[in-house]
Structures are given as structure tokens and as C-alpha cells.
Nanobody
Framework: QVQVVESGGGLVQAGGSLRLSCKIS????????MGWFRQAPGKEREGVSC????????YYADSVKGRFTSSRDNAKNTLYLQMNSLKPEDTAMYYC????????????????????WGQGTRVTVSS
């Protein structure tokens, strides 16, 4: 049984930082590219980043490029998202998921290619 557990969210002032973690069990973590997604109230889920299985390449949405950094520790089956210079528009529920189709990212992560969604972790950025 695959389990996905996101953590690290919280309330932070604009300009602040948070580090999200995503622990996955029940699958061979290093076989998959991994994505971060977010969903704000009333909006569709948005792909934030994707990282290759071996971290050789990462993709970022334009809205977070230069502020967010994705990394992974395959030995710990854990994915990270370092978020700096946070803005109120970053407020959302954040999710991670494995790309069920590929080990290497293929541009913008499409949520339909990803599976095993966790409960997410909430990030709120106050102005």
C-alpha cells in the first residue's frame, strides 16, 4: 500500500520561508520523477515543480522559479520543497506525488500523470 505524507506547511509572513517534506512508502521511490503541486481555494491544481529520479534535472513553474527549490533524498524516500520569498499568492494546499509514467520529468508536471495523492500540507502566506 502506497502512502504519501506531506508536512512542513504553516502560516508565514510574506517574504518568509518554509520547507516542505514528502515521505513516500510502499513504492520504489527512486524509480519515479516526483512532482509538487498546489491548489488554492476555488482554483485548479497547479504543477509547481518536477524533479528527475536522480535529481539531474528539475522543472519549475514560472510563478515560483528562482524562489522555490525541489530536492530529494532517495535513501530516505523523501522529497523536499524549499520555498523562499513567499508571497500571498503562494497560499494553497501543497501536494507531492510520483510521476507514474516516467523517471525523468517531461516539462510542466501534469497532475493526470501523477498518482498516489496524500492529504497535502497547507501553506498560508500573510501580507
Amino acid at each position: 500500500q502506497v502512502q504519501v505524507v506531506e508536512s512542513g506547511g504553516g502560516l508565514v509572513q510574506a517574504g518568509g520561508s518554509l520547507r516542505l517534506s514528502c515521505k513516500i512508502s510502499g513504492l520504489t521511490f527512486e524509480h519515479y520523477a516526483m512532482g509538487w503541486f498546489r491548489q488554492a481555494p476555488g482554483k485548479e491544481r497547479e504543477g509547481v515543480s518536477c524533479i528527475d529520479w536522480n535529481a539531474s534535472n528539475t522543472y519549475y513553474a514560472d510563478s515560483v522559479k528562482g524562489r522555490f527549490t525541489s530536492s530529494r533524498d532517495n535513501a530516505k524516500n523523501t522529497l523536499y520543497l524549499q520555498m523562499n520569498s513567499l508571497k500571498p499568492e503562494d497560499t494553497a494546499m501543497y501536494y507531492c506525488a510520483p510521476d507514474l509514467l516516467r523517471a525523468y520529468c517531461s516539462g510542466a508536471p501534469q497532475s493526470t500523470d501523477f498518482g498516489y495523492w496524500g492529504q497535502g500540507t497547507r501553506v498560508t502566506v500573510s501580507s
